[in-house]
């Protein structure tokens, strides 16, 4: 079992800066890929941003490639994703999921292991 709890989440202006994290916590000794998916009222689950186990394969979707950054420190077994010019559209809950072996992006049933979620709101 991992455990993970993403932090980092709150309220900004359109253009802003945030940086999300998540701390994995368990059976994390592993090659497992992490990723960032988000969740707006409303809509469906909609993947962000995922890393492989050695970072050497990191995917993002196109609304936010070019903004976003996500990086992992295996050392401290967290992945962070850094936001840059947020815009109001990025507002939702941004949750961090794990699973073993391959990165899959968009394919939130393919990851065993999620976050509780962070809000982030971004004012227009």
């Known amino acids: 079992q991992v455990q993970l709890v993403e932090s980092g989440g709150g309220l900004v202006q359109a253009g802003a800066s945030l940086r999300l994290s998540c701390a994995a916590s368990?059976?994390?000794?592993?090659?497992?890929?992490m990723v960032w998916f988000r969740q707006a009222p409303g809509k469906e689950r909609e993947f962000v941003a995922g890393?492989?186990?050695?970072?050497?394969?990191?995917i993002y979707s196109e609304s936010v490639k070019g903004r976003f950054t996500i990086s992992r420190d295996n050392a401290k077994i967290t992945v962070y994703l850094k936001m840059n010019s947020l815009k109001h559209e990025d507002t939702a809950v941004y949750y961090c999921?794990?699973?073993?072996?391959?990165?899959?992006?968009?394919?939130?049933?393919?990851?065993?292991?999620w976050g509780q979620g962070t809000q982030v709101t971004v004012a227009s």
């Open positions: 890393t492989s186990w050695s970072g050497s394969s990191i």
């Open positions: 999921a794990a699973r073993y072996g391959t990165l899959l992006p968009g394919a939130a049933a393919e990851y065993d292991y």
């Open positions: 368990g059976r994390t000794s592993s090659n497992y890929a």
